[in-house]
């Protein structure tokens, strides 16, 4: 039976052919220590599983002692009567949150998901700061909870949401892969969003915001920032742009997909239209709105908006979404009527444009008005 005095008395005759010799364990067989010529001491287990023999390294004698090893090995036969693989359930338990999402979940993604960029994104620039180098099996809720309540701080409520969406299809993947048991946000639930809008640019600001955007060193981005506010699209949307989807007799842009996972067709206003045809003379094929190589297509300009709401005077609350919000409030405060808002943003459903149309001038609500007067003019004339 193994001790630790046993194994480091152990030792290999110069004289030996053999490189290395393997002992077992009287008590478990299925444990040996393998000893080689250099002296280096290993245990392994070797054991059989669906008929199959296998065999996985424990670790380093004296770094791991008899005691511990023997525990280790103890686990792996109670995995096998519980019908486990025993090297399989190592893996997962020592798998990182990092090491799953790119081994994983990620290739998943890219096959189940339109949006598996976004994720990825999400996971580059913040989950893998605070999840990356912990067991996927460890995290727990309370971690879970503390990351979006600290980037509640920072970021929108919707953003917080998406994160956690985002974690809890990460744990659903990772269950439906047996490497868990539990998702630990299964329990957590999403902030309640205020869908009103709230931040959009008034007169004053529109002005001192395009004054801004003509400032800052990054033109590029500039511009970028500009026609977010003349067209009313996504910035994900406006940086993806390429000249082969702008049509320039008909002054429109195609979207193969959008948010909403359908086509549409956006047509340019005179402004969005004459910074697509600046674009054009400068860059000429490719991407309309470029990085700093001059070739792949720019990267959210995070950066150069928070210069540019300095310049402005805008408060830290306005967001670089709020310019697409501030389209939409243009539209209605110049008369549009509900369909054609939805139109312009292409809008899924009339329910998201709803949330702009307690903007509408007073000669819209004088139409409703108009509506309900012609109702009572024809009750009144019944009656009489």
């Not at 390294?57 to 096998?80: C, K, S, W, Y």
């Not at 002005?207 to 910035?235: C, D, M, P, W």
């Not at 005179?270 to 991407?287: C, F, P, R, S, V």
């Not at 402005?312 to 967001?319: E, K, P, S, V, Y």
Request: proline share 2%.
């Amino acid at each position: 039976m193994f001790t630790d005095r046993k194994i480091e008395r152990l030792s290999v005759d110069l004289l030996c052919e053999r490189k290395q010799l393997e002992f077992a364990d009287e008590r478990n067989t299925g444990l040996r220590v393998m000893l080689y010529k250099s002296g280096k001491k290993t245990f392994i287990a070797r054991y059989n599983y669906l008929g199959k023999r296998f065999s996985i390294g424990l670790g380093e004698f004296p770094a791991f002692d008899v005691n511990t090893i023997r525990n280790m090995f103890h686990q792996f036969v109670r995995d096998i009567r519980s019908g486990l693989d025993p090297a399989f359930e190592r893996k997962r338990k020592g798998l990182t949150f990092q090491q799953f999402c790119e081994t994983i979940y990620i290739p998943y993604a890219k096959l189940e998901k339109r949006s598996w960029k976004a994720d990825v994104s999400k996971l580059d620039n913040y989950l893998y700061e605070h999840f990356g180098a912990k067991q996927l099996d460890s995290i727990t809720r309370w971690e879970i909870d503390e990351y979006r309540r600290n980037l509640k701080a920072t970021h929108a409520v919707a953003t917080c949401n998406k994160h956690l969406a985002l974690i809890k299809s990460i744990y659903r993947v990772a269950i439906e892969s047996e490497m868990v048991s539990h998702s630990p946000a299964s329990l957590l639930k999403q902030y309640r969003e205020n869908n009103q809008i709230e931040n959009f640019l008034s007169t004053p600001q529109i002005h001192t915001f395009l004054r801004a955007v003509k400032q800052v060193e990054n033109r590029e981005a500039g511009k970028l920032l500009e026609f977010l506010l003349y067209s009313g699209l996504r910035v994900g949307e406006a940086c993806s742009l390429e000249f082969s989807q702008y049509n320039r007799v008909a002054e429109t842009i195609n979207l193969p997909t959008t948010k909403n996972g359908r086509s549409r067709q956006v047509i340019l206003n005179t402004a969005a239209n004459d910074i697509i045809l600046e674009q054009l003379k400068l860059h000429g094929t490719g991407y309309i709105f470029k990085g700093r190589d001059g070739i792949q297509q720019m990267s959210r300009p995070t950066k150069v908006f928070q210069k540019v709401k300095a310049l402005a005077g805008l408060d830290d609350h306005f967001r670089i979404h709020d310019l697409r919000h501030s389209f939409a409030s243009i539209a209605v405060m110049s008369g549009s009527t509900p369909s054609q808002v939805q139109a312009l943003l292409g809008h899924a459903s009339s329910r998201t444009t709803e949330r702009y149309m307690h903007l509408a001038p007073s000669h819209i609500h004088e139409a409703a008005s108009n509506v309900g007067d012609f109702i009572a003019r024809a009750y009144d004339g019944a009656d009489n």
